[in-house]
């Protein structure tokens, strides 16, 4: 079983910038897309960025020219590093993968445990 562990969040200033971390504990066989979502207090979970396949990327256009998803694949990881970050932008955190274990695996997501991030003066 696939588990992802976040880290990188915490308590920043308005402009300041973070960046989260998503490690796998293991392969996934195929991934269809890896993506970062949010969810603040009292609303619904949003999508934040995603990968797709062959990297493409998409970003809500809330954190465009702001937030940037990458991956490293040696190191079975996904990032968010989070620019200009604005009080908006807390919330809880989570990585997300879709992907099977294998090639007769049904098509899953895959969630971290969620990192909180806090924009404050």
């Known amino acids: 079983q696939v588990q992802l562990v976040e880290s990188g969040g915490g308590l920043v200033q308005p402009g300041g910038s973070l960046r989260l971390s998503c490690a796998a504990s293991?392969?996934?066989?195929?991934?269809?897309?890896l993506g970062w979502y949010r969810q603040a207090p009292g609303k619904e979970r949003e999508m934040v960025a995603v990968?797709?396949?062959?990297?493409?990327?998409n970003y809500a256009d809330s954190v465009k020219g702001r937030f940037t998803i990458s991956r490293d694949n040696a190191k079975n990881t996904v990032y968010l590093q989070m620019n200009s970050l604005k009080p908006e932008d807390t919330a809880v955190y989570y990585c997300?993968?879709?992907?099977?274990?294998?090639?007769?695996?049904?098509?899953?997501?895959?969630w971290g445990q969620g990192a909180q991030v806090t924009v404050s003066s």
């Open positions: 997300n993968a879709r992907g099977k274990l294998g090639p007769l695996a049904s098509l899953r997501d895959y």
């Open positions: 293991g392969s996934i066989f195929s991934i269809n897309a």
């Open positions: 990968m797709n396949r062959g990297a493409t990327t």
